[in-house]
């Protein structure tokens, strides 16, 4: 799940997601957080902490992500490998 598939789910489920320092909880009616959503939000823990730690929007985050699948995109169609792109990635964490 994308993090803007996160968003869509929570938003279409009324879910709501509360931080608290470094604690993301979802808040829903009863079965509205199942495991599909919870492992989204559990992969996409640390971007949606830090995004509204630093003001930014559910909106702009969408908005990154897929700047950055473009780029990955991108840098494999001009042949570089995956290995490449890992490590890439790995030096911008």
Known sequence: MTLNDV????????????????ELRAQGRKG???????????????AIIDGC?????PDELRIIERE?????????????TPTQLMRRECKKA
């Open 53 to 57: 730690v630093n003001g930014i929007s």
């Open 68 to 80: 950055e699948e473009l780029t990955r995109q991108a840098l494999l169609a001009s042949g570089w």
């Open 32 to 46: 509205a957080v199942n495991d599909a959503l919870r492992n989204g939000l559990a992969k996409h823990k640390q």
């Open 7 to 22: 968003f869509n789910v929570c938003r279409e489920r009324g879910v709501h997601l509360v931080i608290t320092g470094n």
